[in-house]
Nanobody, 119 residues
Framework: QVRLQESGGGLVQAGGSLRLTCTGSGSGRTFSDLNMGWFRQAPGKEREFVAASRWNRSTYYADSVKGRFTISRDGVKNEVYLQMNSLKPEDTAVYYC???????????WGQGTQVTVSS
C-alpha cells in the first residue's frame, strides 16, 4: 500500500496562495496509474472532496474551489500537488491526499497539513 505524506500548509492572508505537496512511498507503486485526490476537513465539519487527478491526467474539482485551485502531479518524483490561489477564510482546514474513486477517498488517510487563511 502506498503511504502518503502531505506538506506545504501554513498561515496565509485572504487572497494569498499556497502549494501543497503529497509524497508517496512504499509498496513499489507509483502515482502514475492511480487516481489521486485532495480532501479537506474544517473544524466541526465532515471531510470533503476538493480536487482529483485521474491516471490519464484529466482533473475535476469541487465547485467551491473551481478556478482557484489546480491539481497536478509529477510521475518521476511520485508527488501530487495542489496549487491554491485566491484563498478565502472558508478554505481553512486540514488538507489530505488520498487515492480516489469519483469523490471518495479509498486509501489510508495520512496526518494531513493545516491550512489557515486569515481575513
Amino acid at each position: 500500500q502506498v503511504r502518503l505524506q502531505e506538506s506545504g500548509g501554513g498561515l496565509v492572508q485572504a487572497g494569498g496562495s499556497l502549494r501543497l505537496t503529497c509524497t508517496g512511498s512504499g509498496s513499489g507503486r507509483t502515482f502514475s496509474d492511480l487516481n489521486m485526490g485532495w480532501f479537506r476537513q474544517a473544524p466541526g465539519k465532515e471531510r470533503e472532496f476538493v480536487a482529483a487527478s485521474r491516471w490519464n491526467r484529466s482533473t475535476y474539482y469541487a465547485d467551491s474551489v473551481k478556478g482557484r485551485f489546480t491539481i497536478s502531479r509529477d510521475g518521476v518524483k511520485n508527488e501530487v500537488y495542489l496549487q491554491m490561489n485566491s484563498l478565502k477564510p472558508e478554505d481553512t482546514a486540514v488538507y489530505y491526499c488520498n487515492t480516489v474513486s469519483n469523490t471518495r477517498g479509498i486509501g489510508s488517510w495520512g496526518q494531513g497539513t493545516q491550512v489557515t487563511v486569515s481575513s
